[in-house]
């Protein structure tokens, strides 16, 4: 149980005022106290401010039960309640929550074990975002173990981390749980959730792994073993030796530099500044455990407050939204416009941006674009780039650019503009603050095993980075082997092979995607993934409904069911309200994903008839 000690005397009263009090249902509350027209905008502001608090950390649970027990009985009644309920954005608490808690606490009270269920339950504000189906096919996926004493645990759903309880990343979620318990069973699958080509057949480049070994190797059994060039082509061993000396005598089996290894970064800023004609300094280069650790080092370091927000495309690969809420901030979504090609338009962010400071006074720290575009596939042209650097430049927003996917473009009348390069040439973006990351498990390459992950600063502040520093050091260093990838040169007579086969499987995909009635499929124009959109009868509409899920994670179960191909639903990675799709890979073999396109049109048809 809370302690009884009234809230006001712990939490301070800044600037509150009497705007948009509601006085229906208060009036219990207040009858017993001095000046209620005083009072009770007070403590309705106390409570929104503490609910906002609670939604966007997860911590405060204690504290938002005092203040909803105005009269410090330790229980809520139903005038507390509906108080509290009139008091706070509709849109934060899930509509099935708030006729639950309101229906209980009209026959009675509410205590505190209740209501900590109850926010469980009421922060769950997204219908397909359920851990149950998850959570009972998790150890099906992966094994199982003999189950704990069966006794109330201190550490439990309610004592945890609610900023976890509450993350979501789809890509590997309920859909790809059920797959991996599947494939336990030992059903074929077809995994086309995640961008991981080695998985799905592609071939590691040879000349990638004929280095990596050398340089794992002891040097006796390697660059110095004088029958080394009868088993390795000559460039090879040459580049083995280089990159051998730059790590020194302990091998890659030693810790190195908390930012990498300086002849590595020396290797990634030659490459940066070949690409975009203008210099980068390698002591702005920071390796990483693949680009997802970057973008998790600069969010930590960005993330101060729980009003702070970050704007991030929709739709958006999830890693943004899962690691905003797990650092309790605020996510401001930008719609890329689906009619247009997945455009971006200086409207929609300025729309986006001033709903969020000047209604819910969010403070926007930094802005995320995706290039080319994940789960969507477009390539940002260079206008599309100058309208959000000087967006950002405008505001004073650092920019944060994922470019993992910059060599992945297939259509030839497009091509990739880096961020940094339109920053540094666009007039009035001179002081616009950018990091920029990349990665070695996407591209050609994808040895995403390796974890090979970089990011680049741009104009940021020299003790901010020495504090990105401090925490790249708190992890000691990033993998050597990723750092190894990292610093390779372009090997064109593998690539090339892999390449024009991307190319082709892209065109092949939206193409057969396109000739499903009922789907339709913008042009796949870079990165690794096509975003049908779907149409749906009415029957599955409701269905999912009534199943408490999206409709297109009631589709993507159902042809994971029928045909064992795994796709991601597209609510996973955000859309606007009404669209039903998913987000497929092109990455298995030629002739598997032709066969699964087909799979996917027959898959296609039982369901609308099933639901018809």
Known sequence: ???SKPLTSLLPLRNYSSTDFKPAGSQFIFSRLGDASKIAPIIAKLQRECWDAYVATGRG??????????????????????????????????????????????????NFPEFQAWLIKATKVDPGTKNTYASEHYHASIGSAPAPVDSEHSWNKHTMSQNLRRMQYAVRGEVVIRADAMAAEGKKIIYTNI?????????????????MSLCDLPAECGIANPQISSAFPTDVVERAIEMRSAIGPAGTGAYTNSQGIGKFRDDVAHFITARDGHVSFPSNIFLTNGASAAIESV???????????IMIPIPQYPIYSAIIGRLGARQVGYYL???????????????????????????IRALTLINPGNPTGQVLSR?????????CAKYDIVLLADEVYQRNIYNEEKEFVSAKKVAIETPGCENLQLISFHSTSKGLIGECGRRGGCMELHNIDPYVQTQLYKLASSGLCSGVDGQLMESYELFNKEETAIFESLKRRAVSLVEGLNDIDGMSCNPTEGAMYAFPKIDLPQKALDEASSNEQTP?????????????????????????????????????????????????????????????
């Open 1 to 3: 149980m809370p302690p």
């Open 61 to 110: 649970c204690h504290t938002l039960y005092q203040l909803l027990d105005t009269d410090s009985n330790g229980q809520i009644s139903w005038q507390e309640i509906r108080f509290f309920l009139e008091n706070v954005r509709e849109s934060d608490i899930n509509p099935a929550a708030r006729k639950a808690v309101l229906e209980a606490a009209s026959d009675g009270n509410i």
């Open 195 to 211: 961008g991981n080509p080695h998985a799905v057949g592609q071939k590691p480049i040879t000349y990638y792994r004929q280095v």
């Open 299 to 309: 969010l930590t370091g960005l993330i101060s407050n729980n009003r702070d927000a």
């Open 337 to 363: 416009d689906e009619e247009k090609g997945w455009a971006i338009t200086e409207r929609e962010l300025e729309e986006r941006r001033t709903a969020a400071v000047e209604k819910n006074g969010f403070d």
């Open 383 to 391: 206008e599309d780039l100058e309208i959000i650097c000087k967006f």
């Open 552 to 612: 297109d994670s009631l589709y993507a179960l159902s042809l994971l069911e029928e045909t064992g191909i795994c796709v991601v639903p597209a609510s996973g990675f955000g859309q606007k309200e009404g669209r039903v799709g998913f987000r497929t890979t092109f990455l298995p073999p030629e002739d598997e994903l032709n066969q699964a396109i087909v799979e996917f049109k027959r898959h296609h048809e039982l369901f609308c008839e099933k639901y018809a």
